[in-house]
Every structure is written in C-alpha cells, then in structure tokens.
C-alpha cells in the first residue's frame, strides 16, 4: 500500500513539479515557515545550536534541535524556535509505531484528513508520509500497527480521535471530535485513488484522482465532488472547494519538456474559478536550465467570504535561467503578473537574483537579492531557503531584500551565517539587518554502520531546491509528495 | 537652476559610469559602478565627463583606476558633479574577484555635497550618504555572459538620490554583440528593459541600444589604439534631452580574453 501511494505521488509530483509552493490555507498573514523533512540516514543523528536575531532591537534569541534515526525510531525536537517549535518522535512499540508530537497525517485523497486546501493541488505537500516538507495539522499521539492506525490529538482548537483501517488496497476510517463524527472509506492503487469522507448528517465529499501516459505524454486527473458544508473536523481550513476539476500534463520533448496544467472549481453558486498554466524546462547543457511560463487565472482561489468582491482576471508569465558551474553559479528569475491580457496593467513584479560560489575550506557563500512591486491588496510571497526550512516572507508594496548566506565546516560541524536586510514593503522585516547562525555536527550513531551516504562532517541538507527559487505566484502551490520515505515506515500515511 | 538640481538628483548615482554599453567585459566603470569585477587582469586608469541633458552646470567628472592581482580585483574612484552650490563629491571602491568564466565584486560609494569648502573637519562630520551594492557574471556559454548587479543593496546616511534597483543582463558575443537588460521596479515605476547590440568595424566599435518607460535609446562609439580607448556615449530621453559621456581609458591586459 504504501508503494502504491508513493508511486502515484511520485507519478502526480513528476508531472506537476513545476509550479510552486504556497503558504496553506490555515496560516495567517505575514510570513510562513515549512519545516523541510530531515534527510538522516540510518543510525545517525543531528544537533545543532543557533541564535538569531529577535524583534528590532539588539535582542536575540538561542535555538536547539535535536535530530535522530535509528533503530527503528526517529525524531525531532526543537526549542527556541520561533517558527518551529516542539517537535514529534517515532519509535517502535508492540509491533507497531508509536508516534508522539506534531502530527500530520493523510487518509486518502486528504478529504477527511490531510487535504490540500488549493484547487489545483493533487496532493499536499506537508501530509502524509514522505512529504517533501513537515506539516502541522495538530499535535498528539499515534499508534500504527498491521494496518491499524489510531491517533488522538488536537486539531484545529478541539480534541481528535481518529481509526482507520486497511483491507487490502481500501482503507475504513473514523474521525470524531467537537461534537461531531465523519467517515471516510478510500482505495489507493497505483494508478488510481479515491475517497468518500461523510458525517452523520449526511454531507459529503468525495474526490477521484488518476494518472497515467497517453502516449509519450504523462497525464494525471483530478475530479471532487459533494457538498460546501461538508468540511473536515480535524482540518476545516483544508476543506477547499466541493467541487473541482484539475488536470496535469507533461511531455518531454528534444529541446524541452513542456507541461500544461488546467482546473476549474466552484465554491459555491457564482463562486467558481479557473486556472490554466503553460511551462517549458529545458535543459541548457550540464548546469545549466532556462524555463518560463505563462498562467490565466479567474475567480477566487481561496473560499471568499460571503460579502468578499469578486476576484478579477490575472494573467502572469515568469522566465527563469540557471547557469554556472558548481563551484560559481548564477540563477536569474523575473516575473510579471497584470490584471488585463498579457500580464498589462501589472499588479505584481518580481526580479530575484542568486549567485553562489565554492569558498575555501569546503564552505559555500551564497547572496539573494529580490526586489518586487505589488499593488495594494495583491499578495506575493519571497521564498528563502535555509538549511532545515524553507521561509516564505510576505511581501507588500514596493522593496527589496538581500540575504547572505555562508556555511562553513568548523570544530567537526557546520556554521551556518545568515544576514538579510529588506527595504520597503514587507509586513514583516524592519530596515535593521535580520541575522542567524547555527551550528550543527551530524554523527553516526554506531560505527560499524558506515554503508551509507557521506561523512560525518560532510555539508548536507537542502539549500533551495529549484521550485524554492520560484516566487510565490497569485497561484501556484506544490503538489505531489516524494521522497525516500522512513526506514520504519507506518502502516497509513502519518 | 531649480530644474538642475531636480534633474542632479537623478544623475547622483552614477557617478562613475563612463561610455561602455552594457555587460562588456572590458567595461573600466564595471566594477566602480556596477560591482561587476572585469574578465581580464588588468590594470586601468580612466576618466570621464558625463554632461546631463544638455546642461553646462550639471557636469559629471570623474576618475577611476583599477588593478588586479591574480583573480583579485580593485577599483578606486573619484567623481566630482555639479556646481559647488549643489553639486557633490563622490569616492567610490570596488574590490572583487575573477576568472574567465565568472565573476563577483562589491561596491561602495560615499557621496558628499559641495556646497560647504572642503576641510579636516569637516571630512569626519555626519552628512554623508553612503551606499553599498553587490553584483556577479558568470559566462553561460563560450560567448554567452549573464550579469546580476544590484548597486544600492545597502544606504546609509543622506538618502540617495536615484533609487538604482537589481539589474538582470544577458550578452550574447564578444565585440560584436547583442544583449537584452531588465531592471527592477522601483517605487514610482515599473522597471525598465532595454535591448542592445554593438558591431566592432576595427578599430571602431559602434553599438546602440534601445529601452523603455519612456521609449528612448543611446549609441555609442569606441577606438582603441594600442592601450589607450577613447569612447563617446550619447542618450537621447524624450522630455530631459541628451546627455553626452565621454570617456579616455589605458588599460593593460595581463592575459588574452579567451
């Protein structure tokens, strides 16, 4: 089962990995932190202590993490982490998973647990096992043995318990909490999955995806159907629309790989939206890419408020060239988003620039400098890669920002420094420079496991992938999760 | 002299741009200008005159050398603008590094106003304005160069003048060349692309390029006669009127351009 939802994912996510992330529905205005999943191999573990820069003053404030794997268990804790704190753990119990901390998990499609929250999204990328990034649905315990899953917690202000069940490709669950009970019944094939998730007063959603190859073409589908009242309990701001229609298609062509994506939604009676999104990747030699797109966008994308005014068209296109060599490289991105055909009469304009360069001592230097205009009213959100997260700051009126990163290895670790120092609009940084750093020392728990990947002192960790690099779009959001998965996998998704 | 010094404004940051287009490898002002560090080892020594639209009381000079050690670079510059009653005095450093295949530099520059006589005083007194920028190339192709300068990173002090945003390029050749520049929006525009090739008619170099909000353009011509390069840059704006750069620069190359 679970190979099967790992292969859809990777199926959904290679077809649609173009576009980019976008802070979910649930977070609030001004900036929003994804916690990167840990890349540890087996029998290793990670700890790291930092300070940054707190408030505009001269305060500061110290951070410890501690990450672990092995044996069947693993785990995160976090403390003085503004963004990030707390942590979950995993460790083996009774033939089963025991899992306590944050929890973020997915049943099916997401519709009764896990859901996307976007239109367009296929699958979430903060949900379920091997999610690219770690959500924070709610905090508490599970328990996963032989195809058994039950977690009780806190979800979105009220106490949760929930059960589900397999049988063979199908699954049965059963979530109760805030005075309320909703069902869900999903199968998950290779190629296809669905879900049906009710409540005892009869509304319902239900929601089908499939992929496949028409020809040498990669094609995913997405349709949901059911009722506006229905949400669910554990994640109601994840609901998205009842009804929606989405599609992804790629094909790879001699100079690039084209990708066409499409949906159609509707919130409720003369609240519908569409999407449509065309993007060429290609591949320019060794190190290098350029890629550009356009998107057509109509309607709301998140479920407006009764009185809200109507949302207006926007059309955007976005260019991106990524060049250099490892030891220099330069990536160079500008985007135009404009109310009328063409991306004129423009409401938002971004130009980001990233340079990197191999510094002595096996440290790398890396410099970002954005600078955007946004009209009154329009959101863009600056994504900001850092070693265990990726930042997306919140951006407003006319500014800039510039962030310098260097890691070096030092005493058997890594020092990370950061410096950022934004001007103008955004709702969140002041003209004084923002600053971090952090040092980790990731070791081997047991010497004679030496089989896997890099040394002990070795730089690891992501420092922006290439859909971090995108700025946010009016829409666009990641979908697909992928990744190696855990060692000591549970039974569901968690 | 009240519209000279609404239109010194917008001259105050480019106080050691001379008359090379755009993304040129050999440009001696790249570095003090544009944080963008030179190809070649070389040493230089340049100097300019940059009259704004066509005003005799608005004149920008300026001097500029720059050495090289091994893929280090340096520039140090001087620039003067203006009448004293409200012109200004600019220092300008650069310091980076270079190959033949990529580049990166910093800049700085601290700029003070003329209208006071200079003295020991008054050299350690608040007032200044100081900015600070940052800008790297790298070559994407043998003959493919792609450029991100943003000069005004950081300010400090008496605010600048002229808002100069992040400046993304592309060049396409050596000496004949085309290349295309999209600069940032600022607060009170919407950016600028702009659209250029050069042609190289030894010992002549002519180049022209075009750019938008509003539509204007600027042509240039170069000659080079061993070390010695003399260049004259001409902008054409439709409301300001011309500005007029010329520029004489030694250089000498430490090794061939590949």
Redesign the interface.
């Known amino acids: 089962m679970i190979r099967r939802v790992a292969l859809l994912a990777l199926i959904v996510a290679s077809v649609a990995r173009a576009q980019s992330i976008e802070p979910p529905p649930e977070a609030g205005g001004g900036d929003y932190t994804l916690e990167r999943a840990d890349s540890l191999d087996d029998a290793e573990f990670e700890v790291a202590i930092g300070a940054a820069s707190h408030g505009s003053g001269s305060d500061f404030r110290g951070s410890q993490r501690v990450s672990f794997r092995g044996g069947g268990a693993r785990g995160t804790l976090r403390d003085g982490d503004e963004a990030l704190s707390g942590g979950r753990v995993e460790a083996p119990l009774a033939r089963g998973t025991l899992t306590a901390g944050r929890l973020s998990p997915r049943w099916g499609r997401g519709l009764a647990l896990g859901g996307t929250g976007e239109p367009w999204v296929f699958t979430a990328e903060d949900r379920g096992v091997g999610a690219r990034y770690r959500g924070r649905a709610g905090t508490g315990l599970g328990f996963d043995v032989r195809g058994t899953s039950l977690l009780a917690g806190r979800f979105a202000g009220h106490e949760v318990l929930g059960a589900t069940t397999l049988a063979g490709a199908g699954a049965v669950g059963v979530l109760a909490g805030g005075g309320s009970v909703q069902g869900s019944v999903s199968l998950d094939s290779e190629q296809r999955s669905w879900e049906l998730a009710f409540d005892r007063l009869g509304r319902w959603r239900a929601e089908a995806a499939t992929s496949g190859a028409i020809g040498d073409t990669r094609v995913s589908l997405r349709a949901r159907g059911g009722l506006a009242t229905f949400r669910s309990l554990a994640e109601p701001a994840r609901a998205g629309p009842p009804r929606a229609l989405a599609g992804a298609a790629t094909r790879a062509f001699a100079l690039a790989d084209v990708s066409a994506f499409g949906a159609l939604w509707a919130w409720r009676a003369g609240e519908s939206g569409a999407r449509a999104a065309l993007e060429v990747d290609a591949s ?1 030699g060794e190190h ?1 890419s350029f890629a550009c797109g356009a998107e057509d966008q109509h309607g709301p994308r998140r479920e407006p408020s009764p009185r809200a005014r109507p949302s207006g068209t926007r059309q955007g296109w976005w260019c991106e ?1 990524r ?3 490892p ?4 990536a ?1 991105r ?1 985007e135009l988003w404009g109310t009328r055909a063409l991306a004129r009469d ?1 409401v938002r ?3 980001v ?1 990233r ?1 990197d ?1 191999a510094v002595p001592f096996g440290g790398r230097l890396a ?1 970002t ?5 946004v009209r009154s009213g329009e959101s863009l959100y600056l994504p900001e890669a850092q070693a265990d997260r990726l930042v997306l700051r919140a951006s407003s ?2 500014g ?1 920002r ?1 962030r310098c990163d260097l890691r070096l290895p030092i005493a058997t670790g890594t020092i990370r420094l950061g410096l950022s ?1 934004a ?2 609009g955004t709702r969140s940084a002041s003209r004084r420079p923002a600053w971090s750093v952090e040092w980790s020392r990731r070791s081997r728990l047991a010497t004679a496991a030496s089989s896997s990947r890099g040394s002990a002192n070795e730089i690891r960790g992501a420092d922006g992938e290439a859909h971090e690099f995108r700025v946010v779009r009016h829409a666009g959001a990641g979908e697909g999760a992928r990744g190696e998965g855990p060692e000591h996998h549970p039974p569901r998704d968690r | 002299m009240l519209a000279a010094l609404l239109l010194a404004r917008a001259a105050a940051a480019q106080d050691f741009s001379g008359a090379s287009p755009a993304g040129s490898t050999r440009a001696p002002d790249g570095l003090l200008d544009r944080a963008l560090p030179p190809a070649m080892a070389t040493i230089t020594a340049a100097a300019s005159q940059t009259r704004w639209w066509g005003l005799p009381d608005l004149e920008t000079r300026s001097v500029s050398v720059g050495g090289s050690f091994h893929s280090w670079r340096a520039a140090l510059g001087l620039s003067q603008t203006g009448e004293p009653e409200l012109g200004w005095t600019s220092l300008g450093l650069g310091f980076g590094a270079a190959s033949e295949r990529a580049g990166a530099g910093l800049r700085a520059c601290v700029r003070r106003d003329r209208d006071a006589p200079w003295s020991v005083a008054r050299a350690f007194t608040t007032g200044d304005g100081v900015e600070a920028g940052a800008g790297a190339w790298i070559m994407a192709g043998d003959a493919v160069r792609a450029w991100a300068s943003a000069p005004q990173v950081w300010t400090s002090g008496a605010s600048a003048p002229l808002v100069r945003p992040l400046e993304l390029g592309i060049r396409v050749g050596d000496v004949d060349a085309a290349w295309v520049r999209l600069l940032a929006p600022r607060a009170g525009d919407d950016g600028e692309r702009a659209l250029g090739v050069s042609l190289q008619v030894a010992p002549l170099q002519v180049w022209a390029e075009a750019r938008d909000a509003p539509l204007r353009g600027s042509v240039g011509l170069s000659a080079a006669v061993a070390a010695l390069r003399v260049a004259a840059r001409i902008d054409a704006h439709p409301v300001l009127g011309e500005t007029v750069r010329l520029s004489l620069a030694w250089a000498r190359e430490r090794r061939s351009h590949p």
Request: proline share 0%.
């Open positions: 320019l290098q060239w060049g250099g060599s030891g220099a490289r330069l160079l500008h423009a304009r971004a130009v620039a340079a360069w410099f400098h954005a600078v955007w205009r009126g006319a800039s510039t120092l001007t103008g």
